[in-house]
């Protein structure tokens, strides 16, 4: 198959480009999300630019970093990047930055936090003042040590941070926690968190073409349906018609259930949409109320 040509976004304004990471910890997540509003695309592991089938909406498959760049340059519509991305390309830019978070998406969760060797006593950032910081957002952590008063080097590092105590390139650590198991393989320990993040669709602040803001209008539409029906799950089950009132006590969150008899009068089935999440103790809660046969399935698609 020969590459698809990547026609330059200034000619390609009645087709909406969104970009996102090629590999990494968002592509699977971020390609699933605009895959479930229902786009396509011609596929190819190797290529970058992978043009829609059934509509006019392209992938650009990228390094993360690049994303905020790439839009505020032009070269596509939207992207799907970190928080922690996006804030630290535009960490003290001038003017207000060309690029927003349109949307939080609710994966790719993670905080950026300053860790310190376990040996410390932390008593506060103060205790930073005079020390090396090893970080790969030199921007966020500058912003935070202003606001926090506190005089301290920044050492940028473009990866493997948590290894520069270790090393002595630097005292402690300002970088990406979501467990904390790299941090603690390392003998660090995160003591205060700058930035609450996860994976956000971003967008300029200017207004797109005419074409490409339909578009956009369309999959912020279908993204804010799946965001809102993301716990959204169809229950399936039968129950004996004297314990049916006490099932549905369970399932406040079920919207119109449809209750239906099963051969003879004792046995209903029951359907229902739950808004709620099923958790391991509401399912138990509902097979001891008297739920046979309960099947709990995710849901695509659920009308706004
Ligand atoms: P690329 O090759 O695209 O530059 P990368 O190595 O910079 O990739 P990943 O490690 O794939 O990036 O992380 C992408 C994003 O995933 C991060 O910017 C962050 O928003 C999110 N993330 C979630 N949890 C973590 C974590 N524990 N560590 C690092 N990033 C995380
Ligand atoms: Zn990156």
């Known amino acids: 198959m020969s590459a698809p040509r990547v026609p330059p976004a200034a000619v390609a304004r009645d087709r909406l480009r969104i970009a996102v990471q090629r590999s990494g910890r968002l592509a699977g997540s971020a390609r699933a999300l605009l895959a479930a509003c229902g786009l396509v695309w011609r596929e190819a592991e190797d290529q970058l630019f992978w043009p829609g089938?059934?509509?006019?909406?392209?992938?650009?498959?990228?390094r993360d970093d690049d994303i905020p760049g790439l839009i505020a340059a032009g070269h596509c519509d939207l992207g799907i990047v970190g928080r922690n991305v996006l804030l630290e390309r535009q960490g003290g830019a001038p003017r207000p930055p060309a690029v927003r978070e349109w949307r939080a998406l609710g994966f790719g969760r993670c905080r950026l936090a300053v860790a310190v060797p376990a040996a410390w006593t932390w008593r506060g950032p103060a205790d930073l003042a005079g020390r090396r910081?090893?970080?790969s957002y030199p921007g966020l952590l500058a912003a935070w040590l202003r606001a926090e008063?506190?005089?301290?080097?920044?050492?940028?590092?473009?990866?493997?941070?948590?290894?520069?105590?270790?090393?002595?390139q630097a005292d402690a650590v300002c970088d990406l926690v979501s467990s904390g198991a790299t941090l603690a393989a390392h003998g660090l320990v995160?003591?205060?968190?700058?930035?609450?993040?996860?994976?956000?669709?971003?967008?300029?602040r200017a207004p797109l073409a005419p074409a490409p803001a339909r578009l956009a209008a369309t999959l912020l539409r279908r993204v804010d349906g799946i965001l809102r029906h993301r716990a959204c799950r169809l229950v399936l089950l039968q129950v004996e018609r004297e314990r049916l009132a006490g099932l549905l006590d369970l399932l406040p969150d079920a919207e119109a259930p449809t209750v239906m008899q099963v051969d003879g009068a004792d046995r209903l089935a029951l359907q229902a949409?739950?808004?709620?999440?099923?958790?391991?103790?509401?399912?138990?809660?509902?097979?001891?109320?008297?739920?046979?046969?309960?099947?709990?399935?995710?849901?695509?698609?659920?009308?706004?």
């Open 53 to 62: 089938r059934e509509q006019p909406v392209d992938l650009l498959r990228v």
């Open 133 to 135: 910081i090893a970080t």
């Open 149 to 168: 008063k506190v005089p301290a080097e920044i050492v940028t590092l473009a990866g493997s941070v948590e290894i520069a105590p270790q090393l002595g």
């Open 190 to 204: 995160p003591v205060a968190d700058l930035l609450a993040s996860e994976a956000v669709l971003a967008g300029p």
């Open 273 to 304: 949409l739950c808004r709620g999440e099923l958790t391991w103790q509401r399912r138990e809660a509902l097979e001891r109320a008297g739920a046979h046969g309960l099947l709990v399935l995710p849901v695509e698609g659920v009308p706004a």
